[in-house]
């Protein structure tokens, strides 16, 4: 079966500090993709950052980089210069890539990341 | 260039009766999935339509059901509600039938409340 585990349920940071939230997933595909989500409480799911199983490269996008460990099956999320508007609930997800594969998320139980002043 | 859009925002029902909530999906979007969350914790994948028919189906009862218009928009039912059933339901749509490369984009969700 394919899983995603985050151990943190709740983390909190002061505001422009770093961050790393943590996010470990189980399964036998080769091909595959990773996500980060965040869920403020206006409910909207917003795609923060993407991984493709195939690059070593950690993927980057402004303050929010990843450390893709495929070995270990672990996807950490890096927040840098934490900003007041980072406070939501962050979800890891996965999905499978390959011919005939659908982009089906399983997503993991999430982590409420609170940015304080 | 709207983006997916579902309603109603909230609906409350009581045990046993029916519900119907809709998506229209990103301009540009064929393909819907719908999920269910419930309260703390993360979302469930309900199915996936592609096409006009279903493609995938997670680990839900026959009870939840759903469809496809030529439009591209979908509709969600579920029948004979539970107290279980209460959550916050999120359509996602992605383009080009939505393979495991194509990144899917949220509604708001409907919160369906179960009383």
């Known amino acids: 079966a394919q899983t995603v585990t985050q151990s943190q349920p709740e983390m909190s940071v002061q505001e422009a500090e770093t961050v790393t939230l943590s996010c470990t997933y189980d399964?036998?595909?080769?091909?595959?993709?990773l996500f980060w989500y965040k869920q403020p409480p206006s409910r909207q799911m917003i795609l923060v950052i993407r991984q493709e199983a195939y690059k070593q490269q950690n993927a980057t996008e402004n303050r929010f980089s990843v450390n893709f460990q495929k070995a270990a099956k672990s996807f950490s999320l890096k927040i840098s210069d934490s900003q007041l508007g980072d406070t939501a609930m962050y979800f890891c997800?996965?999905?499978?890539?390959?011919?005939?594969?659908?982009?089906?998320?399983?997503f993991g139980t999430g982590t409420l990341l609170a940015v304080q002043p | 260039d709207a983006g997916v859009t579902q309603s109603p925002t909230h609906l409350i029902k009581t045990r046993g009766q029916q519900v119907t909530l809709r998506c229209s999906p990103k301009s540009g979007h064929d393909t819907v999935s719908w999920y269910q969350q419930a309260l703390g914790q993360g979302p469930q994948f309900i199915f996936q339509?592609?096409?006009?028919?279903?493609?995938q189906r997670g680990n839900f009862p026959d009870r939840f059901s759903g469809h496809q218009f030529p439009n591209y928009s979908s509709e969600l039912n579920v029948n004979a509600l539970l107290l279980g059933d209460s959550a916050l339901y999120l359509c996602?749509?992605?383009?080009?039938?939505?393979?495991?490369?194509?990144?899917?984009?949220f509604g708001d969700g409907t919160r369906l409340s179960i009383l």
């Open positions: 339509y592609y096409e006009e028919e279903e493609r």
């Open positions: 997800a996965f999905t499978t890539g390959g011919s005939g594969a659908t982009n089906k998320l399983i």
């Open positions: 399964t036998s595909e080769n091909n595959y993709y």
């Open positions: 996602a749509s992605s383009p080009r039938g939505g393979g495991g490369n194509q990144p899917q984009h």
